[in-house]
């Protein structure tokens, strides 16, 4: 891997420039289309909590009722994950990372 060096000097505008945003399309950039960007950013992670949700469940090989019970939340909760509509937080999110990670130790505690 090849590393290369830069000297940036503040008092030279040229050496500014090297590595930094693009201003002019910053500045241009409209309030709707920021708005555009982080609505689709908040889709992407919604979509992306969806998957990991989904894909714990199947891991452990259990219907989503099943799921739902295992781990006390509703059905409903279970399903809004699964399709996007919610994402989780705090302690279920928590409790997801732990079921990949360790689902026979989670488990053995939820039982």
Do not use: C, Y
């Not at 409209?30 to 979509?47: G, N, Y």
Request: glycine content about 2%; aromatic content about 4%; cysteine-free.
């Amino acid at each position: 891997m090849k590393t290369v060096r830069m000297t940036i000097d503040p008092m030279n505008a040229t050496s500014l420039t090297v590595g930094r945003i693009d201003a002019a399309r910053v500045n241009a950039t409209t309030e709707q289309e920021i708005a555009r960007h982080k609505a689709s950013d908040v889709a992407d992670a919604m979509q992306d909590a969806a998957k990991f949700a989904r894909r714990v469940r199947k891991r452990l090989q259990f219907s989503q009722a099943e799921f739902a019970q295992r781990i006390d939340v509703s059905l409903e909760t279970i399903r809004n994950w699964e399709q996007g509509k919610r994402s989780p937080t705090g302690a279920a999110k928590a409790l997801l990372k732990i079921l990949d990670k360790a689902p026979e130790a989670a488990l053995a505690a939820l039982h």
